[in-house]
């Protein structure tokens, strides 16, 4: 199996947003849960959201109502739709599957908000 790629991360002022797709490859992907992490320079990792493979999500509170995550299993590929962006949401974003082999990580994707 091979790793997850994320993409799309980028510079954006407050209040701006991005789309961060996660691609995978392998029908195994379009039945295995998914999820956004990010780690903030001094920071632990944190979830942001996963998904089901059936598209049931759940977010973590700073999360609710500023961040959608979803997923496009013909394509084996999730997204993390952020809006209302804020200066501490600046972290590599990371996409995990979470396999019957497995939990893959894709490398991250450098998100950063400008004050």
């Known amino acids: 199996q091979v790793q997850p790629v994320e993409s799309g991360g980028g510079l954006v002022q407050a209040g701006g947003s991005l789309s961060l797709p996660c691609a995978a490859s392998g029908r195994i992907f379009r039945i295995s849960p998914m999820g956004w992490y990010r780690q903030a320079p001094g920071k632990r990792r944190e979830l942001v959201a996963r998904?089901?493979?059936?598209?049931?999500?759940n977010y973590a509170d700073f999360a609710k109502g500023r961040f959608t995550i979803s997923r496009h299993n013909a394509k084996n590929t999730a997204y993390l739709q952020m809006n209302s962006l804020k200066f501490e949401d600046t972290a590599v974003y990371y996409c995990r599957a979470v396999t019957p082999g497995g939990d893959l990580w894709g490398q991250g994707t450098q998100v950063t908000v400008s004050s």
């Open positions: 998904i089901t493979g059936r598209g049931t999500s």
